[in-house]
């Protein structure tokens, strides 16, 4: 009896430390273990539990982990390289040094989104998002940002069809794209809204963004935006309150004025359905903090190229374009674009 409990014991040390952890990349702080889990049970003992022994890190196994799942505490949570982890809903709420790697969410049926974060610093490396549906009049949302500033960095990642916004950043938030896929989103692969009284900055770099509805980046409120070493792609066309939409990106706040409220450098937005890039500012101000720096506007459908209403345009604005197939027509419009102005209201 003793022999037989004592290799069950040796068995469980052995798939909690090193077995199997070849299949899993581990950053040093782990010493390459982590708490193995297998199932949704084992999943929630395993968030409960988390020790130093394994520094507080959690390997999930191949399958799919059936659930909704909260992270409250430094957690890094890792998925097999191979790409067969999958979950159903996560939520970061109120923790740092969050790490969510090689895990992806696939097939949901959600009335918010399939990752919440609040109040959190999270970096997110390797995830996949794939038919994210929404359960409700809302959701449908790949990765919702929301509640107390959180400070996030999403790389090497991709996002594929979505009922809702691919990203949705509600409030005053840190968020980077780094090498970034987002496409087939239903509205909007990301959005940005800010009416919190603080300045949020969002930055895309190395991404590409194709066959989104209504459009690819919009931004209504307080936040910075910066687009570099990036492509907007195919923006389809949708009807939003008896008006047509499809534009590659879309700014609406009353600070176009400020240093760098809106910088997009070496990057193309093709394929949009009415206009390649919107400002839109307030009664009398000036779009003078706004830059572009190798900028190149193209679409066999579109309408515009750069729109600047609400606001006026400092002189060297177009300067930096590489090319705007729409000039002409630039110069021509008369009557102001309609902007969607809604702000989403979250479950």
């Known amino acids: 009896m003793f022999k037989l409990c004592f290799v069950i014991l040796f068995i469980f ?8 952890a070849a299949d899993y990349s581990l950053p040093e702080e782990c010493g390459g273990k982590c708490r193995m889990a297998h199932d949704i049970s084992s999943f929630q003992d395993a968030l409960v539990d988390s020790a130093a022994a394994f520094a507080n890190c959690i390997c999930l196994e ?26 159903k809903t996560l939520a970061v709420i109120d923790t740092s040094g969050v790490m969510l790697k090689d895990l992806s969410f696939k097939d949901v049926a959600t009335g918010s989104s399939a990752l919440y974060i609040s109040g959190s610093s999270v970096e997110i490396d390797n995830l996949s998002f794939s038919g994210i549906r929404a359960s409700s009049v809302f959701g449908g949302r790949g990765v919702v940002i929301s509640g107390r500033r959180s400070d996030v960095l999403i790389k090497n990642s991709k996002m594929e069809k979505t009922d809702g916004t691919g990203i949705l950043i509600n409030g005053a938030h840190n968020v980077r794209l780094e090498n970034v896929a987002l496409s087939k989103c239903g509205f909007t692969a990301l959005w940005a809204q800010n009416q919190s009284g603080e300045r949020g900055f969002l930055s895309v770099s190395g991404s590409r963004l194709s066959d989104n509805g209504a459009a690819a980046v919009e931004i209504l409120g307080d936040t910075f935006l910066s687009i570099s070493e990036s492509s907007v792609e195919n923006v389809i066309k949708r009807d939003v309150m008896l008006e047509s939409v499809g534009d590659g990106i879309v700014v609406k706040n009353p600070f176009l004025a400020a240093e760098d409220s809106v910088v997009v450098e070496n990057t193309s937005v093709s394929g949009f359905s009415r206009a390649g890039v919107i400002l839109d500012g307030g009664e009398g101000s000036l779009a003078a903090g706004a830059s572009f720096k190798n900028l190149s506007l193209f679409s066999e459908k579109g309408s515009f190229g750069l729109v600047v209403q609400n606001a006026a345009e400092d002189e060297a604005l177009r300067e930096g374009i590489l090319r705007n197939d729409f000039s002409a027509d630039d110069i021509k419009r008369e009557e102001k674009l309609f902007i969607i102005e809604t702000f989403f209201e979250l479950q």
């Open 62 to 87: 191949s399958g799919t982990f059936e659930g909704s799942v909260t992270v409250a505490k430094p957690l890094r949570l890792f998925g097999r390289k191979d790409g067969s982890t999958n979950l």
């Open 13 to 20: 040390v052995i798939s909690c430390s090193g077995n199997g």
